[in-house]
T-cell receptor, first 111, second 113 residues
Framework: AQSVTQPDIHITVSEGASLELRCNYSYGATPYLFWYVQSPGQGLQLLLKYFSGDTLVQGIKGFEAEFKRSQSSFNLRKPSVHWSDAAEYFCAVGTGNQFYFGTGTSLTVIP | EAQVTQNPRYLITVTGKKLTVTCSQNMNHEYMSWYRQDPGLGLRQIYYSMNVEVTDKGDVPEGYKVSRKEKRNFPLILESPSPNQTSLYFC????????????FGQGTRLTVV
């Protein structure tokens, strides 16, 4: 069965520090992978997506993610976090019928 | 502007009083779905629809109904709401296929007392 695991429920980083949010998936076929961000009181916005090809994908707001098939991972990274990045982040796997989301990682940014 | 519109954004109701949350998309997407978001549980799919008149259960369908009479609309119906349905609800749409992103509405925060 398909599943997505985000092992970190909550992460706190200092503004300007680097960030990595972890995501592991379980899916039998070629995965279509996504990262979404949810700012407080808002809906979900797509940060980036991976379908095929280059395993390092660039997204909006300076985020990037690397697909590692051997580790079944799709970790999200940002070299320097801004206070406005504080939000909830969701990793997802897309199939023909459904989207499977992880439980999310809440990011706090301290000055 | 491409968007998914949910109404209402906020709703407080009493146990047992039927309610409908509307969802409409203007992107001609075949696929629409409903999720509920609860702390520590992430987003769980309630129902989805692959096209008009085609709906199927997601992971947590109990207590909910949906219909897809038109391509653009996918209302969520709670026939007899209960307090455990207090949650944040999201509607989403996307084109058919696994390699398509989902577009989300702004969410509906429902409280059942």
């Amino acid at each position: 069965a398909q599943s997505v695991t985000q092992p970190d429920i909550h992460i706190t980083v200092s503004e300007g520090a680097s960030l990595e949010l972890r995501c592991n998936y379980s899916y039998g076929a070629t995965p279509y992978l996504f990262w979404y961000v949810q700012s407080p009181g808002q809906g979900l916005q797509l940060l980036l997506k991976y379908f095929s090809g280059d395993t390092l994908v660039q997204g909006i707001k300076g985020f990037e993610a690397e697909f590692k098939r051997s580790q079944s991972s799709f970790n999200l990274r940002k070299p320097s976090v801004h206070w406005s990045d504080a939000a909830e982040y969701f990793c997802a796997v897309g199939t023909g019928n459904q989207f499977y989301f992880g439980t999310g990682t809440s990011l706090t940014v301290i000055p | 502007e491409a968007q998914v519109t949910q109404n209402p954004r906020y709703l407080i109701t009493v146990t047992g009083k039927k309610l409908t949350v509307t969802c409409s998309q203007n992107m001609n997407h075949e696929y629409m779905s409903w999720y509920r978001q609860d702390p520590g549980l992430g987003l769980r799919q309630i129902y989805y629809s692959m096209n008009v008149e085609v709906t199927d259960k997601g992971d947590v369908p109990e207590g909910y109904k949906v219909s897809r009479k038109e391509k653009r609309n996918f209302p969520l119906i709670l026939e007899s709401p209960s307090p455990n349905q207090t949650s944040l609800y999201f509607c989403a749409s996307r084109r058919q296929g696994g390699n398509t992103e989902a577009f989300f509405g702004q969410g509906t925060r429902l409280t059942v007392v």
